[in-house]
């Protein structure tokens, strides 16, 4: 009987086409999303991954109690303030791999090679088209005008998105400009932040607010979905001034310090950044390629026009405590 199972065993094994070559990827994106990817690196290097699915902190605490004992190969998380947690806590190894650094655009990957980005996403405006015009829309600090008391609608300041939004502020226009434009900003609010970046967006549609700032991937998605078109009169606009064009973050992954497969888990990175699996990352998505000339499908052409903010990432990732220093002084909740 024993032998039996053994030889079951092994047939599906082999059925399945893998052989002993395996990758543990512990992912703060969700599992659908990721499943078309995977699935195609399977197929193509004969290794079987294995997705451990939780939020960003929760997995990067747990590599940290696992120590050397871990089994995580990779971690996926997105945000770049996540992905320098991450390596401020030391659960990464330095990565030196021509086709990474060549691949990933030096802004957009950590400077000592710890971590690297492979999708994009623009922080922008959407705004509600029968209220405000297109002309009275500027750059991000400009958000802070009068002519908006009452009408912007954002998520809280815990929230990783917005912090990185600030750090990037800080960098184009200076602290005592990013300063100024917080207290104002927050007198601007249509209502106490509330819900996610998906509740701003449902709160134009339904005139609660008149603009709302929120990550491309929401907008992209519910746009993609409203067949009832009862986001006709929301659109969208790439915030961008003389000092600062739309401020784009990255999702990314690093290898764990104490991976047990790491020869598999470059082939993983290295996959996530060629043709083919940065199309069907970046649609499945609705983000952006991480890399330039990657040919999309005419929905998401349609909203790749506009001028990226092309900090280095790494510096901004270092701004993230002053930023909520500041955010808080400035009594955003
Ligand atoms: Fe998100």
């Known amino acids: 009987m024993k032998l039996l199972l053994i030889f079951t065993n092994l047939f599906i094994f082999i059925a399945q086409g893998y052989s002993k070559e395996e990758l543990n990827l512990y992912s703060a994106r969700q599992e659908v ?25 929760q997995l990067i605490n747990r590599i940290v109690q696992e120590g050397e004992y871990t089994n995580a190969d990779i971690l996926l998380t997105t945000d770049v303030g996540r992905l320098h947690i991450a390596k401020e806590k030391n659960i990464f190894q330095k990565i030196d791999n021509a086709i990474l650094t060549n691949l990933v655009p030096s802004n957009y990957r950590d400077k000592d090679n710890y971590w690297f980005g492979v999708s994009l996403r623009a922080r922008l405006l959407v705004y509600n088209k029968n209220s405000i015009n297109e002309s009275d829309l500027n750059g991000y600090i400009d958000l802070a005008n009068d002519k908006w008391k009452n ?37 601007n609010f249509a209502r106490k932040p509330s819900g996610g970046d998906r509740d701003q967006i449902r709160a134009v549609a339904a005139g609660e607010g008149d603009l709302a700032l929120v990550n491309s991937y929401y907008f992209l998605k519910m746009k993609s979905q409203d067949n009832e078109k009862k986001l006709d009169h929301v659109i969208e606009y790439f915030p961008k001034d003389n000092f600062m064009k739309t401020h784009i973050n990255i999702s990314g992954a690093g290898i764990i310090k104490n991976s047990k497969n790491k020869e598999n888990a470059i082939k993983f990175l290295e996959f996530l950044v060629s043709n083919e699996a ?38 901004l990732a270092k701004l993230n405590k002053k930023s909520m220093m500041l955010m808080d002084i400035a009594g955003w909740q």
Do not use: T
Request: cysteine-free.
């Open 278 to 315: 940065q199309k069907i990352y970046a649609e499945v998505n609705f983000e952006y390629p991480i890399r330039k000339n990657i040919e999309l499908n005419i929905f998401m052409k349609k909203y790749n026009n506009f001028i990226k903010d092309d900090i280095n990432l790494s510096d």
């Open 151 to 187: 009408k912007v609608l954002v998520r809280s300041s815990s929230n990783v998105y917005n912090q990185s939004l600030i750090s990037a502020m800080i960098m184009n226009y200076g602290e005592d400009a990013v300063k100024n434009f917080l207290k104002v900003f927050i007198s």
């Open 33 to 57: 999303l990721m499943r078309p990817l995977i699935k195609l690196f399977e197929d193509k290097f004969k290794i079987r991954v294995n997705i451990v699915s939780a939020k960003a902190n």
